[in-house]
């Protein structure tokens, strides 16, 4: 689906400010409501908006260890049968089947380095877990950027017309 400068400043505004309404939305960009409802309907029909939610930060409510944990699964274990038996670690935000030495990848998060100990131990348990690899998180310095992509892209569509 392709996007222009209209639709990434809907955008941006959304991102910035959630609650904002599509009337006040409409009145910073200077287009009409409709406008701005129409461009949110396409682009949730798209794909490209997935959901206007609000965005939970672990370490607030006492979950600040970060870490990516490679797993390598038993041959003959399909995915699902790993997947599902995470699903019970509530500590898993994020489960990526990946290239590469490993073949699944995913995001934890832990109150304390010990807590992430047994959260750790839990999932070497997971049925068809071979090995797992884990790596700390110190700092992060972006997180969800999507913004610029999706502003270049919109300028890209915006220069072809």
Sequence with gaps: MQIDRLDAAIIDIFTEEPGIGVLECSRRLKVARATVQGRLDRLHRG????????QVNPAAFGYPVITFCSIEITQGTGHETV?????AIPEILEMHTVSG???ILVKIVAKSTTD???VLDALAQAPGVARTSSVIVLSTHV???CLPLLHAAAEEVDERL
Excluded: H, K, W, Y
């Design 101 to 103: 030495a490993s073949d």
């Design 143 to 145: 997180q969800n950027r």
């Design 47 to 54: 794909g490209v908006i997935t959901g206007i939610v609000p």
């Design 83 to 87: 997947f599902a038996s995470m699903e």
């Design 116 to 118: 992430l100990q047994r």
